[in-house]
């Protein structure tokens, strides 16, 4: 079945330092990916998304890579921030409207 | 705000009972998404529905079963109840349509503790 794997588990950095988190999905039809951000006792929210026919998608301080040939892509945070903590998931599916498939997560904490 | 409504928001119950979990979604969407957070975890697909007919299916429990009502509106039941499945219930929602961006839209959760 389909499986999206990410790492690191858990990202500590400095504030004003940049994160990267990865995944790699299983389902090579996967056209959609977008990346979830959850606060602690909160709901997981959409911060960026990108599509197969795009390779890098920026928004201010985050963007997100996608190499479909190798089946993974990334986050970048620039310049983190206290309020950049958090858990992220990436997720991965066919179509927009199709089911979608996370990661196990990552909780970022980013230290003043 | 998110537009999704869950209930209820906590619920404590016995291992061997059943409960059902009821979400609400954003005005006009049409799919609905159940997910399961247990503690430190990720998010586990259970079940999608699109106006009303199961549209995916996951590593839903026999256990488990979901309907989405012609109002859209849909609920979860779980049933036979087990520790294990003391978790936050996640309903999210998207509009499904040509306009359908894909973006998941949340509630706020049912968290579920079985004793």
């Known amino acids: 079945g389909e499986n999206v794997e990410q790492h690191p588990s858990t990202l500590s950095v400095q504030e004003g330092d940049s994160a990267v988190i990865k995944c790699t999905y299983s389902?090579?039809?996967?056209?959609?990916f977008p990346w979830y951000k959850q606060e602690l006792g909160k709901r997981p929210q959409l911060i960026i998304d990108?599509?197969?026919?795009?390779g890098e998608k920026k928004d201010q301080r985050i963007a997100v890579t996608l190499n479909k040939t190798a089946k993974h892509f990334s986050l970048h945070i620039t310049e983190t921030q206290p309020e950049d903590s958090a858990v992220y998931f990436c997720?991965?599916?066919?179509?927009?409207?199709?089911?979608?498939?996370f990661g196990t997560g990552t909780r970022l904490q980013v230290f003043p | 705000d998110s537009g999704v409504t869950q209930t209820p928001k906590h619920l404590i119950t016995a291992t061997g009972q059943r409960v059902t979990l009821r979400c609400s979604p954003r005005?006009?969407?049409?799919?609905v998404y159940w997910y399961q957070q247990s503690l430190d975890q990720g998010l586990q697909f259970l079940i999608q529905?699109?106006?009303?007919?199961?549209?995916a299916k996951g590593n839903i429990l026999e256990r488990f079963s979901a309907q989405q009502f012609p109002d859209l509106h849909s609920e979860l039941n779980l049933s036979s109840l087990e520790l294990g499945d003391s978790a936050l219930y996640f309903c999210?929602?998207?509009?499904?349509?040509?306009?359908?961006?894909?973006?998941?839209?949340f509630g706020e959760g049912s968290r579920l503790t079985v004793l």
């Open positions: 990108i599509r197969s026919n795009v």
């Open positions: 529905y699109y106006n009303g007919e199961e549209r």
């Open positions: 389902d090579s039809a996967s056209n959609y």
């Open positions: 997720a991965a599916s066919r179509h927009n409207t199709d089911k979608l498939i």
């Open positions: 005005s006009g969407d049409l799919s």
């Open positions: 999210a929602s998207s509009s499904g349509g040509r306009e359908n961006t894909g973006e998941l839209f």
